[in-house]
T-cell receptor, first 112, second 114 residues
Framework: DTAVSQTPKYLVTQMGNDKSIKCEQN?????MYWYKQDSKKFLKIMFS???????INETVPNRFSPKSPDKAHLNLHINSLELGDSAVYFC???????????FGPGTRLTVL | AQSVTQLDSQVPVFEEAPVELRCNYS??????LFWYVQYPNQGLQLLLKYLSGSTLVKGINGFEAEFNKSQTSFHLRKPSVHISDTAEYFCAVRSGGSNYKLTFGKGTLLTVNP
């Protein structure tokens, strides 16, 4: 039973395209997150939703738009992809009071 | 604002040797501290966490860490490492209150050699 799952695992696309990454958690958590891990392994929070409400929105280009259709899902849509968007994107979830975050396996995005 | 500094980007050790991975944090309020491990091509997995109480925290796979408030440190230790411990280790801090934001250090690559 996968707790936090992401699709796709790998995504290769051309500059200028629009793509989405999906995340689902079956842990019953209220809070979900998107992180970006760059080529140097640095991990940075992008967004967080609590009960479908956006609570963290870091300095991220507005080409990135998260969408939470329900508590168990948090998708990330990226418009007009750029070379610098190439990274591994991790989804995570946690109980509402947010101590331990549970991470998905990651989506490796490569923009050519 | 909160921040985390992992002093070593890479730590090579031999199998069965002890290891310490260093982590220092800064925060103006009370903190919760975490160590996560990332094996190659995988997501992050929680090793251990400090929320309150005893400053010595034990985690999975024989790891432990000690919270030192005066030195603002949360170093990770293991008395005897295995080849399978080779991975990237991340220290993270979250401030108290309703701030859900987890700030990660830049990671330490632990390489265990035979």
């Amino acid at each position: 039973d996968t707790a936090v799952s992401q699709t796709p695992k790998y995504l290769v696309t051309q500059m200028g395209n629009d793509k989405s990454i999906k995340c689902e958690q079956n842990l019953g958590h209220d809070t979900m997150y998107w992180y970006k891990q760059d080529s140097k392994k640095f991990l940075k929070i992008m967004f967080s939703y609590n009960n479908k409400e956006l609570i963290i929105n870091e300095t991220v280009p507005n080409r990135f738009s998260p969408k939470s259709p329900d508590k168990a899902h948090l998708n990330l849509h990226i418009n007009s992809l750029e070379l610098g968007d190439s990274a591994v994107y991790f989804c995570a979830s946690s109980p509402q009071t947010a101590d331990t975050q549970y991470f998905g396996p990651g989506t490796r995005l490569t923009v050519l | 604002a909160q921040s985390v500094t992992q002093l070593d980007s890479q730590v090579p050790v031999f199998e069965e040797a002890p290891v310490e991975l260093r982590c220092n944090y800064s925060s103006s309020v009370s903190v919760y501290l975490f160590w996560y491990v990332q094996y190659p091509n995988q997501g992050l997995q929680l090793l251990l966490k400090y929320l309150s109480g005893s400053t010595l925290v034990k985690g999975i796979n024989g790891f432990e860490a000690e919270f030192n408030k005066s030195q603002t440190s949360f170093h990770l230790r293991k008395p005897s490492v295995h080849i399978s411990d080779t991975a990237e280790y991340f220290c993270a801090v979250r401030s108290g209150g309703s701030n859900y934001k987890l700030t990660f250090g830049k990671g330490t690559l632990l390489t265990v050699n035979p």
